[in-house]
Each structure stands twice: as C-alpha cells, then as structure tokens.
C-alpha cells in the first residue's frame, strides 16, 4: 500500500465514521427552546383543571356521578338487557371495543369512541353532532342498532330501581303511571305511536328524567382521565434539562422529532391530549358497505337543531353556548371531516379511523405517509415522502403515548359497578 | 386523429387546472410555502390599514392561547386619533403557512362606543402564526387591517 493510498483509506473511514457518528448524534441533538416549549404543551401535566360544564348542573355533583356509574354499567337500559354503556365503552380497554364498527342490539356505522378526556371536547361523535357529554350519552341510549330502548322505558327504570339516588340528585320523580311502559320519539313503529298519544306535559315528564339520566352519566363520565405516559416522563426528563435517554429509546426519539416537525403530525394533534379537538378530511375512505356519509358536514347542521343542545330548553345555561352561537356550518371543509382523537394511548385502540376503515398504527402512517385522495370532499392531505425507517420511528413514538386511563385516580380496570 | 389529438389536449389541460384549483381550494395540512414574518410584524397594534383609513389595536381579553375560545376587543381609530363608531367589521383570518381558515365564525358582538368593538368567538386551535383580517366599513370608507399574531 503506498502512502498515498493509505491515506486516501484513513480519509474514507474519516469521513465515514463522521458521518455514521453525525447521524446517531442527529437524534440526541439537544432541543431547541422553541420544540422544549411545543413538547412542554402536549404533556399531560399542562391539563388546565376541568372546566365547568354550566348546561348540567350537576356535572361536578358526586351523588350524580355515583348514580351515572351505575348507570353506565346497567344492561337493563337496552331493549334486549343485554347493552350498557360499557357494552361498547369497556373499561378494560380504555372505555372502547377494539372492533371496526361498534355492537350493540344491532351492528353501527361508526368506530366506537374512546371516554378519557371528552370532558373538554367542544363536540361530541365523529361527526361533532352534539355538544356535551350529557346529550351525547341519550343518543345511543335511542339508537336502535345501540342501545335500542325508549325514554318512557328508561324513566320506569329509574322510577322502579334507581328511585330514592335519582330523588337524592334531581328532586322528586314525576308521577309517570299515564305512561306506557315503552314510548319514544325514536324507536319502533309501537314505541313511537305511544309517544305521540301522550299529551305534551307527559312527555316533558319523561324527557325531563330521560335528560337527568344523560346529566348524571355525564357526571360519572368527566372523572374518567389519561393518566401520565413514557412521552410524558420524558418531557418532565429534557424540560428539567435530563437528557432523557434513559425514558425513551433514539428511535422513539427520532419519531417525536418526525413528530413535531416534517411528519406535521402536531399540526391536528396538539396540546395535552394530542388532539386541536376539530374537524379535518384526511381522506379517509368510507366502509363500501356503508352509504356515503358526510361527516361534520352534517353533524354542524344537526347540532345547531339538535333536541338537546346547549340553547335547548333541557339545557342549564342556554344564554351561554359560544360554540354553537360562533360555528362553522355548511363549509365546503366540512365535508368528509372527522374529529381529530386524541393520540394518548392510541397505540391500545386498533383498528382506526371513523370506521375502524385502518387495522394498524402502519397502515395509519402509510395513509397519511401516500395522502390518497378522498372518496368526498378534499383531503388537507398531501404526500409525507417519509423513508420506511421514518414510519417505523413514528410508530414507535405513538406507542409511548400509552399510559393507564383513570377513574378517580384509580386504574379504569377495576372501574367496574 | 387530429380531433383526437386535441381532444387529449383539452383532457389533459382541464384536469390539470381541476387539480390546480383543488389544491388552492383545500386546507392543506403540509405546508404551503408562505414565509413567517419578521418578529417586528407581530403586534396587537396599533396598526394601519391597507390603504391608511384606519388604525386598529387588539386587546384580548386574556393572552392569546391556543384551543380556547375567546373574547377580543378592537379599537378602531381614524389617523388623527378619533374613535370610528357605527362600523361594519368582518372578521376573518387563518393560518397562512397551512393554508387554513380560522375554526370558528368569530364576529362583533357588542359596540362599546369610542370605536371600542367587542369580537367574540375567536379560537385558534393551534400555536404559530396566525393572521387576523378586519374588514372594516365605517366613516372613513372601506378598508382590511391585517395583524399578525404568534398564539
């Protein structure tokens, strides 16, 4: 070997191992003061306290919470015994299924929603349709493929099984002998011919106990939280200046640096629970057994006239309801847009997407990574170019998002009845 | 074969300038090119209108935070310092480096005399840079303030 070439050699090896040792440096690069204060924003220690929900006065009452568990948890609410909230809404599994389309009496067009955090939801269901957790616990309870009941059934339950807690809370319970033992605005050909023989004052009586049984599910519900994940510690670790290392792995850390940065993922998915709790078109396509459906497009337009809105007369501060009087309705934007979810714990909540339409966290990335059109409306995708290793990275991050969901600061496991 | 030809033509020209208005029609959720301002740009105000009507200063109710709903208040002034009551403010505005709207369909809720305006509604769902359009008719004729603000 001459000189020349051995020197030649030793600069390839330089230059090689500079560049091998720039790369593996790349992901342990310190933090900017800006990106601290971005990683700071999405940790669940930044959760301002809960606030109030005025159109349920009972929202923060224990009593009423207590009641809405038992609730929850009771079969006897369902046109066949057999579907309780929980039903679809397993504690076990962080309040969800784990399936593509929710089961109850009947089979549903929509992936089942998970419970931690909705408390500070503006907007409730996939498509945004009601605008508290109080409404949005009554519309499956009428739904026939869920719950499939009536409102004058569930007022006899209360009446027979739930009389001297549901008084303790709400006051005293209307006389409701006129009342058919099932009657409802929604429901079956019967069910609905009962309710329309009942004069109004009935079915005000019955509505009125129907809505408390919302009010204190709700109530139950807003003490259901994410507990703190890996990421979280780890932002505790770099915002306290520790390097970190020792909570996530570089390649977890290369995927929240994705994360933040070129895989734009915080531009929908900010803040302590990941999620700007608004309405996008990612070009998503639908289930082809179902009808095309519309998304927030229609569930704008359903809200505003929703039955039991924050304006409506079962509402406790109708004169207070700025995201209903500064909504965006009939928007070319709307159509096809989902809720943005919450990632915290996404990794426990396969398949995804408003119909389960996604298996895996993969096939997820993958999506937004090819940004395919839409099926309807426009997708605000477009194509991420990320590099295989980049997917993988992403992934790894999204898993330390996990962390235990909490009912009083209990693990929800053992929230049973 | 000549009809055939320009008729592929005109396909190809049609869908191309369908693609194009799609792309500025939509939200995009990657970037769209548009460049930050200076740090200088970033202010409540005063600041004048576009062709020097009005001079506009926001006051929020709370510091300007991402995800909440909130209350505004606008002052509009003409450029010796007097109050402009009895104007027509549109508000509007976005996210120019993603190509977004605002979420919301804030507006003047209340006038509280000495061209103090009231905006309620106002939400931005993300941190960054924002602008925040009024388009403002009164005494002096029409004009739109922009202000840039970093949520």
Redesign the interface.
Known sequence: MTNRTRTATALVVLILWATLASTAASTRTRWTTAQLE?LR?MSITELPPLPPDPTNRVADDPRAADLGRRLFFDTRLSSNGRVACSTCHQPERGFQDGIALAVGVGTTARRTMPIAGMARSPFLFWDGRKDSLWAQALGPLESPVEHGGTRAQYAHLIAAHYRRDYEAVFGPLPDLSAVPGSAGPAGDATAMTAWSTLNETLRDLVTSVFVNIGKAIAAYERHIVFGASRFDRYVAAVTAGHPGDDVLTEDEIAGLRLFIGRA?C???H??PLLT???F?N?GVPSRPELPLDRGRLTGATTVVGEEFNCRSRWSDARQRC??L????TGA??LDRAYKVPSLRNVAERAPYMDGGQLATLADVLDHYNRAPAAVGG?????S?RLKSIELRQLEAFLRTLSGPVLVDGRAAAGATP | MKTLHTLMILAVLTAASTLTA?SH???????TGARRPAASEFTLGPRASVEGRYVATLEPSQPLR??Q?QTVRVIVRDVDGRGIDDAQIVVDGGMPQ?G??L?????VTRSLGDGIYEI??V?F???GWWEFRLAITGSRGVDTVTFNLAV
């Not at chain 2, 029609?25 to 970037?31: L, N, Q, T, Y």
């Not at chain 2, 979420?103 to 507006?107: A, E, G, I, L, S």
């Open positions: 971005e924003s734009n915080s531009q929908c900010n803040g700007n709790n608004e996008h990612t700025a995201e009087d500064f909504i965006v070319h934007t426009h997708s605000e995708l477009r991420l | 799609c029609a939509m939200m995009m959720i990657h970037g991402p995800r709903m993603h977004h709207g979420p919301t369909r804030p507006r309620e509604g939400r769902n993300m941190g």
